[in-house]
Structures are given as structure tokens and as C-alpha cells.
């Protein structure tokens, strides 16, 4: 059974900084995307970063290229994203997905493992 469980969120200025940790177990073997995803009130869940742990690949949305960055960390089952220079716009509850052989990397109707979700809130 896959578990995900997020932890990091919190409110920052903008401009601020924060890292987003998931912890993953029950999740091994082939063709695994792992990423994080947040849905903002009224609004569709959206992706935000992706990474392959298979060959490293990551994919990001236009929105958060050049300031958020995924890794995984396979030693501690954790996968991280960590957020730099936000805005009001990051405001979201923050989702840790993961799902197989999925070929739209930042949808997230191919994931169907998902965490609770952690709250970020970006104040102006």
C-alpha cells in the first residue's frame, strides 16, 4: 500500500523561501513519477513539479520554473519541493502525488496515490 505524507507547509512573506517534504513508502519498482501538485479555493488541482526517480527526469509548470525545485531523496524515502521567491499566486494547499506510467506528467488525473496535503500561504 503507498503512503504519502506531506509536511512543511506554512506562511512566508513574499519573496520568502520554503521546502515541502514527503515521506513515501510502499512505492518501488518501474515506471514511478512522483511530484507535487496544489489546488488553490475554487480552482483545479494543478502541477507543480514532477520527477522520474527512474532516470532523474523532472518536469516543472511555467509558473514555478527558475524557483521551485524538486529532489527526491532516496535514502529517506522523501521527496521534496523547495520553493523560492513566492508570490501570492503559491498560495495553495500543496498535494505529494505519485502514480505509474503516466504520460501527462502534470496532470494530475494520471496520479492516483496522494497525500493529505499541506497549507502554504504567501502573504503580500
Known amino acids: 500500500q503507498v503512503q504519502l505524507a506531506e509536511s512543511g507547509g506554512g506562511s512566508v512573506p513574499t519573496g520568502g523561501s520554503l521546502r515541502l517534504s514527503c515521506v513515501v513508502s510502499?512505492?518501488?519498482?518501474?515506471?514511478?513519477?512522483m511530484g507535487w501538485f496544489r489546488q488553490s479555493p475554487g480552482k483545479e488541482r494543478e502541477g507543480v513539479a514532477v520527477v522520474c526517480p527512474d532516470n532523474g527526469d523532472t518536469y516543472y509548470a511555467d509558473a514555478v520554473k527558475g524557483r521551485f525545485t524538486i529532489s527526491k531523496d532516496n535514502d529517506k524515502n522523501t521527496l521534496y519541493l523547495h520553493m523560492t521567491d513566492m508570490t501570492p499566486d503559491d498560495t495553495a494547499l500543496y498535494y505529494c502525488?505519485?502514480?505509474?506510467?503516466?504520460?501527462?506528467?502534470?496532470?494530475?488525473?494520471?496520479?492516483?496515490?496522494w497525500g493529505q496535503g499541506t497549507q502554504v500561504t504567501v502573504s503580500s
Open positions: 510502499g512505492f518501488t519498482g518501474r515506471g514511478r513519477f
Open positions: 502525488a505519485a502514480g505509474r506510467w503516466v504520460a501527462d506528467r502534470l496532470s494530475h488525473r494520471e496520479y492516483n496515490n
